[in-house]
């Protein structure tokens, strides 16, 4: 395994910007999300690294320099980088244990032992005969990856490869997808537009953001203590409520906490609308004091949910994060 580093990393098409002045760090053995809003140029950092694409400028070591300030140093075929893009890209015409064969070098494609090490421990067993339209869109992620695993890649970059899968389809197959490269303890470059994939697989997420990493660490550092408003809101719902001195105090909604009306809350609000998931409820709320508060939203659990139009009371969380009143960059 290796371990990925990105700097000043810029690039172009004609005269639109996509990254500019890159930074990304990413620890051997590590599983690090790439995030950001669709177009904000995810999938061309993985191009650049895989080395499809050439960087204007900017340098990427994979353990040693591979591209330096525009001249690749290392063609794609040479970096040792296992690569899925978002619909697989099988083969057609050839099936499952042939498909995972086709990554290995010619002369290792006939013994076997690795392709049926990846059928094992990707859960494909039972459908090395199969062609790719036999196979469910899980099936299909899963042999993709495993073709790419097979020459034992030192990184593997998986370019939103559940965005087309169904929810519950989604979450089984990333969950044992990120098993299996845990268990390989491959360094993996994931990127997404989906939040809650980035925040419940990766152990580092990296928000990128006009061309930038606008912030990167643990998925809690991010959720809890986002460097500015747009992170704050791009991780999920946040009530953002104004300071004396200027700033925003960011609350999350499942730390605000509702009772019955009592005098010296915090606060007293009306729900306003409920949306119920079972699991857990999304309460909107209008706050009665001050007449000018913002709205509000609280998660109860789905067995704690209140009615539209019922009166509450608010209490603040012990510790709540203060974050610039405006979005930043860089």
Request: glycine content about 10%.
């Amino acid at each position: 395994m290796n371990a990925v580093s990105v700097s000043g990393l810029a690039k172009a098409f004609g005269a639109t910007p996509v990254l500019d002045g890159l930074e990304l760090e990413v620890p051997a053995g590590s599983f690090v999300a790439v995030l950001g809003a669709s177009g904000c140029g995810k999938s061309t950092l993985l191009r650049v690294l895989a080395g499809f694409e050439r960087a204007d400028r900017g340098c990427v070591r994979i353990g040693e320099v591979v591209a330096d300030d525009g001249v690749r140093r290392l063609p794609a075929s040479r970096r040792r980088v296992g690569h899925v893009p978002q619909e697989g890209a099988l083969f057609p015409h050839l099936d499952v244990r042939a498909n995972i064969a086709f990554g290995l070098p010619r002369g290792e494609r006939r013994g076997g032992a690795r392709v049926a090490e990846l059928i094992a421990s990707l859960g494909l067993a039972g459908l090395e005969r199969r062609r790719p339209h036999e196979l469910s869109g899980g099936q299909q992620q899963r042999v993709a990856l495993a073709r790419a695993l097979a020459p034992r890649p030192t990184v593997v970059l998986l370019d939103e490869p559940f965005s087309a899968l169904d929810p519950d389809l989604r979450d089984r197959t990333r969950t044992d997808i990120r098993a299996a490269l845990g268990e390989l303890g491959t360094t993996t470059i994931l990127v997404t537009h989906d939040q809650d994939e980035a925040l419940s697989l990766a152990d580092h997420v990296a928000l990128l953001r006009d061309g930038r990493i606008a912030q990167a660490g643990t998925p809690q550092e991010l959720y809890r203590t986002p460097a500015d408003v747009d992170t704050a809101r791009f991780l999920g719902d946040a009530n953002l409520l104004p300071t004396t001195d200027g700033g925003l105090m960011l609350v999350r909604p499942e730390d605000l906490r509702l009772s019955p009306p009592e005098d010296g809350a915090w606060r007293t609000a009306v729900v306003t609308s409920v949306e119920y998931f079972g699991h857990d409820a999304r309460v909107q709320l209008r706050c009665e004091d001050p007449p000018d508060a913002p709205a509000l939203i609280a998660r109860t659990t789905g067995g704690d949910t209140p009615d539209v139009g019922q009166r509450v009371s608010l209490a603040l969380p012990p510790a709540a994060h203060l974050v610039p009143h405006s979005g930043t960059r860089g």
